[in-house]
């Protein structure tokens, strides 16, 4: 069984910062973990994604104030958020690529950022 329980979410002024918890249990490795984001009226936009290996990517919307790291030994990924403007506001899901088990999701956060 694969879970991913995410935390951090919240209201933030313009120019705050928070940082998002995505922590997986599971009896098999993840290899990709990453985050989605959906605005109300707007498609999914992938944000930010982390490999096993340490290898990271950004969407541009987001380069130079999002940092996305993990914890191997936590098996936990987090997403650090700076700067943060009222076009973040979304609901974020985090993601892991299971091995044998395919892609699991986590619970979604709401991210409120204020103007």
């Known amino acids: 069984q694969v879970r991913l329980v995410e935390s951090g979410g919240g209201l933030v002024q313009a120019g705050g910062s928070l940082r998002l918890s995505c922590a997986a249990s599971?009896?098999?490795?993840?290899?990709?973990m990453g985050w989605y984001r959906q605005a109300p009226g707007k498609q999914r936009e992938l944000v930010a994604v982390?490999?096993?290996?340490?290898?990271?990517n950004y969407a541009d919307s987001v380069k130079g104030r999002f940092t996305i790291s993990r914890d191997s030994v936590k098996n936990t990924a987090y997403l650090q958020m700076n700067s943060l403007k009222p076009e973040d506001t979304a609901v974020y899901y985090c993601?892991?690529?299971?091995?044998?088990?395919?892609?699991?999701w986590g619970q979604g956060t709401l991210v409120t950022v204020s103007s």
């Open positions: 993601y892991g690529d299971v091995t044998l088990r395919g892609r699991a």
């Open positions: 599971s009896m098999f490795s993840i290899n990709v």
């Open positions: 982390i490999s096993s290996g340490g290898s990271t």
